[in-house]
Every structure is written in C-alpha cells, then in structure tokens.
C-alpha cells in the first residue's frame, strides 16, 4: 500500500510540472515572434514583422482619408498649439505615472544608450537573467532581472549606498544636493569657460527629450547609476511631467537631471553646452509637435550631439491603428490629429524621417517600419500597429 501510494504521488507531481511546464510561454526577444499559422493567431499578445497585403494597405489609406475629410477649426487648431503645454500638464495630473508602462524593452532595441565598453556587460548580464529566469518559477520580467543583476554587479565591484561612482569621481549626498540646488549650472556658454554644469564629470551624456512621467529614465537609471562616467539629462515641456520624475524615489541628481524645456523654442538654452551628447533619446516624442516646427527641432537637437553622437527615434508610423480609429471631426491636417484631451498625434513615414534627420546633417545607421499584430485574446480583437524605428548619426 504504502509503494501504491508513493508511486501515485510521484505520478501526480510528475503530471503537475508537466502542465506547469506546458502553461509557461517561452522566452522570445524581442522582435522574433513570427505567425507563421494564422489559426494560432490568439496565442500571444503580440506578433512581429507582419506582412500586409495590398487590400489591408488599401483598407488603410481608405479609413485615414476617410477620417481626415472633416478638418479642426482653425481657431481651434491655433488653441492646440498655444496652449499643448496645458493639455499635456493636464494629462499628467490626471494619470501622473500610471498610463505609460516602463519601457525596459530600451537596451534591446538600442544598446547605443550605454558606453560601448559596457554593452558587452549588459548582454553578459542578460543572459544570465534568462537563464535564471528559465530555471525559476517566479514572475518577475526578464528586464528586472536583467538591471538587478547588473547593480548587485556594479554595487559589489564599485560600492553602493548614498554615493555613486563616476570615472574617479564620487558623489556623495551634500553634492548631489548641491548640483539640485544650481541644475542650469554657473554658466552656459562654450564648453572651455564653463566652470560647472551637471555631468560636467561624465564622459558619456544622455539626452532623452519627452520624458514624461519617467518611463524610459527609471529603466534607463537602473543601469547608469551603476555604469561609471555616465549621466543622463532629461526634460519635458509640461512641468507637471517634470515634477513626476524629480519626486520619484529612484532619481537622483548626482546621475541624472530632470528639466523643463521646450524644444520647440530655438532661443531657450540648454543647462549644458552644444557637441557634448553622446546618445538623444527621441521615443514617441516628435508626433505629438506639429508637422511645420519638426524640422528646427531636429535641426536644434542635432547641434547637441558630439561628432559621431547617435539620435535614437520611435514613433507612430503611417497607418498604425491608432491613426484609423480617429473619428471625422479630429484631423488638424494630413496625418496630423488632436485626441479627445487635446494632446496631438502625427503618424510618420520612414522617408520623412530620413529627410528630416538628413536635413539635419545626421547620417542613417538604421531606418525601418516595424509592423506587428497586437490581439486581445480575451476579446478576440487584431490590431495593426505600425512603428518607424531609426538610428542616425553626427558624422565624425
């Protein structure tokens, strides 16, 4: 009896792992999960490199001339653009950091973030989280993994606590305090007469423009607070979004620093010299500026980046659903659109990219449309979403 039992027991387990392990979906990197039968179409989220047919491309360009008939008043429009400060302000009061989730997806997609040196460990430390995360039952993201192995790293090889190291240069609480008292620094004029701006110290700086409520700083900060000479500059023209990611509890001015800045404006300085930038982060960003001030945009954040800088682009690409789900009545101008709290939308094509950023004197290291097939598997609902994604680069 006592064997009978023991060996219905053991059965019983053994059936259990099996579902558990049948039920877990594999890991899959990003960009490589392809349908190959549409019968499976529910079985994930999201599907990558779709390919659309001539009548879904023709549906398309249908549904978007179709919503773009009915135009914005022009009164209107011009209250959209004096006011954008106002409605993103807005947006942010009413959702603070809960609309946008985290973008740990960043370090795959653009791995130019870090220094070059420290790529390698980043990719180290990735697949030691996948393996972990394939041996393990928990259910924390392979991204978490990842930047928390990286600090243990980091704070075992460097140290940890309240000070962080930057290429010999520690700093410590009074300092960073000191650097959140003066962030515009003593002086904004050219590099040589400075006498103190924040991460002056660093050897490779970041820039991500629009950073909103934090969701690429905070990943972005789990590994740079760690990766000596680094530091990274953020801003945002709705204050309120600023405010968001200075009273997070991770920021930290000694590695980081959150200002409010509208990039639309050639005139207002920068709290930090031209040619200095080794990395621009411009993520879903451009489409909310209107079509006719993009180009000075570009052009200005062009200046900002030292020879052979890298700018980093996503954004909504032509046709994305987003785009056809627009009703008649919220079509400012072609491809341009004013959601129902004012904030505005335009959808891109890759050649407009690569002219703006041409235009800007930046050369092309990548340019592509990422389509995908996001469904609802609980509501059985297949979404096309289109993204441009690119890479440029200031000539050495």
């Given at each position: ?24 979906r594999p890991?899959v990197p ?9 019968s ?8 990558d ?39 993103w302000?807005?947006f942010?009061k009413?959702?603070?950091?809960n ?8 370090f ?8 070059e ?25 392979h ?16 140290g940890?606590g309240?000070?962080c ?16 008292d003066?962030?515009?620094?003593k ?5 040589g007469?400075?006498?103190s ?68 404006d ?21 489409s ?5 001030r ?10 900002l ?15 994305d ?16 659109y ?13 050649d407009?990219?690569w ?19 996001q ?11 289109v ?7 200031k000539p050495?």
């Amino acid at each position: 009896n006592f064997i009978t039992r023991l060996s219905a027991l053991c059965l019983r387990k053994s059936k259990m792992q099996q579902r558990h392990q049948s039920s877990r979906r594999p890991a899959v990197p990003l960009g490589s999960r392809i349908l190959a039968d549409p019968s499976k179409v529910f079985e994930h989220n999201m599907w990558d490199h779709m390919q659309w047919s001539q009548e879904e491309e023709e549906n398309a360009k249908e549904k978007a001339a179709e919503n773009s008939l009915v135009k914005v008043q022009w009164e209107d429009q011009d209250k959209y653009e004096r006011e954008a400060s106002k409605y993103w302000n807005e947006f942010y009061k009413t959702h603070k950091n809960n609309f946008f989730k985290d973008r740990n997806w960043l370090f795959l997609e653009f791995p130019e973030i870090l220094p070059e040196k420290w790529r390698e460990q980043l990719k180290t430390e990735e697949r030691s989280s996948e393996h972990k995360k394939i041996n393990s039952t928990n259910s924390f993201s392979h991204k978490n993994e990842m930047f928390e192995e990286g600090e243990k790293y980091w704070t075992k090889k460097y140290g940890g606590g309240s000070s962080c190291v930057q290429e010999g240069y520690v700093y410590n609480k009074k300092q960073a305090k000191s650097l959140a008292d003066n962030p515009q620094g003593k002086n904004c004029g050219e590099l040589g007469r400075l006498e103190s701006f924040p991460g002056s110290d660093a050897t490779h700086r970041i820039l991500e423009v629009g950073c909103g409520a934090g969701n690429s700083v905070f990943p972005i900060l789990k590994v740079l607070c760690n990766t000596p000479g680094t530091f990274l500059y953020c801003c945002d023209f709705a204050s309120g979004a600023v405010e968001l990611v200075k009273s997070h509890s991770s920021y930290n001015s000694a590695w980081c620093s959150a200002f409010v800045h509208d990039v639309c404006d050639d005139a207002l300085p920068y709290p930090f010299p031209d040619e200095i930038l080794d990395v621009i982060l411009l993520v879903f960003v451009l489409s909310t500026i209107h079509p006719d001030r993009m180009q000075g945009v570009v052009n200005r954040l062009a200046k900002l980046l030292k020879p052979g800088g890298m700018l980093l682009f996503r954004d909504y690409g032509r046709y994305d659903t987003a785009q056809l789900r627009f009703k008649k009545g919220h079509c400012l101008s072609e491809n341009f659109y004013v959601r129902g709290d004012g904030t505005r939308v335009y959808f891109f094509t890759k050649d407009e990219v690569w002219n703006m950023f041409n235009l800007a004197g930046l050369t092309e290291v990548q340019n592509l449309v990422d389509r995908r097939l996001q469904v609802n598997r609980k509501k059985k609902v297949k979404m096309q979403r289109v993204w441009i994604q690119s890479k440029f680069q200031k000539p050495l």
